[in-house]
């Protein structure tokens, strides 16, 4: 059973930055690839971001290309998302989630993650 906790939210002007952060509880944290996902009010859920446990490859929702970034930290057992040029569209509940997956095709999809964090709120006003 992996745990993930995410911490970084809240609430950011329009243009401002946030970095959110994500900890796993797992002992081969580096064998999993880990994603974030967002809820926005009143939607489904969406794929925002990905990094891959292989080769750490990167995969991002088209709208928030150029603006947000995930890395990670093994050593640390941390998946990062900087977020800039926030838009109040990017408003909503960001989730972390870890896969066993490493194509872009499986880790934009949430079925393919076996884990998820409870979330932390980002608002960003205009």
């Known amino acids: 059973q992996v745990q993930l906790v995410e911490s970084g939210g809240g609430l950011v002007q329009a243009g401002g930055s946030l970095r959110l952060s994500c900890t796993a509880s797992?002992?081969?944290?580096?064998?999993?690839?880990m994603g974030w996902f967002r809820q926005a009010p009143g939607k489904e859920r969406e794929f925002v971001a990905a990094?891959?446990?292989?080769?750490?490859?990167?995969f991002y929702l088209d709208s928030v290309k150029g603006r947000f970034n995930i890395s990670r930290d093994n050593a640390k057992n941390t998946v990062y998302l900087q977020m800039n040029s926030l838009k109040p569209e990017d408003t909503a509940i960001y989730y972390c989630?870890?896969?066993?997956?490493?194509?872009?095709?499986?880790?934009?999809?949430?079925?393919?993650?076996?884990?998820w964090g409870q979330g932390t709120r980002v608002t960003v006003s205009s």
């Open positions: 797992a002992r081969t944290f580096s064998g999993y690839s």
């Open positions: 990094i891959s446990w292989h080769e750490g490859t990167t």
């Open positions: 989630a870890a896969s066993f997956s490493f194509t872009e095709a499986t880790l934009s999809r949430q079925n393919s993650y076996d884990y």
